[in-house]
């Protein structure tokens, strides 16, 4: 039985994160009722991605230059490595505008249930880096997970002979959240972060 153009089309939006068959089959439909304003376009776009975006040597980020703009950046502080898993996590963080140091993506954590550990993730890249003489700070900025704490206990323990202050990022209330809809460990973590009023 063969598959379709429409199927495979499909098929393919469906791997992406978010979209399940359903989605998937609405997105197809409206690619394909939208060929010259939206599908075309996406098929070019995908094509120029897939041709000229690389992986920073440095830092690990997506970009068009190696190393990335972000590493290239002389204006960017270059004492200050601040440690995320994802590139996704670096785009978020560069988001808030109020960053203006290097970073450091890990590709992940280390995760014994899914075979993850230290040698597939780019710890030994990051002790190499953060033990360069201008560097006096990593910043960790992984995910409040069991994964993503593991992992900065982790490299807190490879980056002792580094040197250099290693911080996190705080967890707690966010801004506007109100007690009650809290959980459990979000309190917690606020609760043993508080800082003077």
């Known amino acids: 039985m063969t598959v379709s153009h429409i199927d495979k089309l499909i098929g393919l939006l469906a791997r992406l994160p978010g979209l399940g068959p359903r989605s998937a089959?609405?997105?197809?439909?409206?690619?394909?009722?939208?060929?010259?304003?939206?599908?075309?376009?996406?098929?070019?776009?995908l094509?120029?991605?897939?041709?000229?975006?690389?992986?920073c040597g440095e830092c690990g980020n997506l970009d068009t230059t190696d190393p990335c703009a972000i590493c290239g950046d002389p204006e960017r502080d270059q004492s200050l490595i601040c440690v995320v898993e994802e590139v996704a996590d670096l785009w978020a963080v560069e988001r808030s505008g109020i960053y203006?140091?290097?970073?450091?993506?890990?590709?992940?954590?280390?995760s014994a249930l899914d075979?993850?550990?230290?040698?597939?993730?780019?710890?030994?890249?990051?002790?190499?880096?953060?033990?360069?003489?201008?560097?006096?700070?990593?910043?960790l900025a992984t995910n409040a997970t069991v994964d993503?704490?593991?992992?900065?206990?982790?490299?807190?323990d490879r980056l002792a002979s580094c040197g250099v202050e290693v911080t996190r990022l705080a967890?707690?209330?966010?801004?506007?959240?109100?007690?009650?809809?809290?959980?459990d460990g979000t309190l917690t973590a606020a609760l043993k972060a508080r800082s003077p009023a």
């Open 25 to 45: 089959r609405r997105a197809a439909l409206q690619l394909l009722k939208k060929r010259e304003s939206l599908l075309a376009p996406l098929a070019s776009a």
């Open 47 to 55: 094509t120029q991605a897939a041709e000229t975006i690389r992986i």
């Open 100 to 110: 203006r140091g290097r970073y450091h993506v890990l590709g992940g954590t280390l």
């Open 115 to 139: 075979g993850v550990g230290p040698e597939e993730l780019k710890i030994a890249r990051l002790v190499e880096r953060a033990s360069a003489p201008q560097v006096t700070e990593v910043i």
């Open 148 to 156: 993503g704490q593991t992992t900065a206990h982790y490299v807190v």
């Open 171 to 183: 967890h707690g209330l966010p801004m506007g959240g109100e007690l009650d809809y809290l959980d």
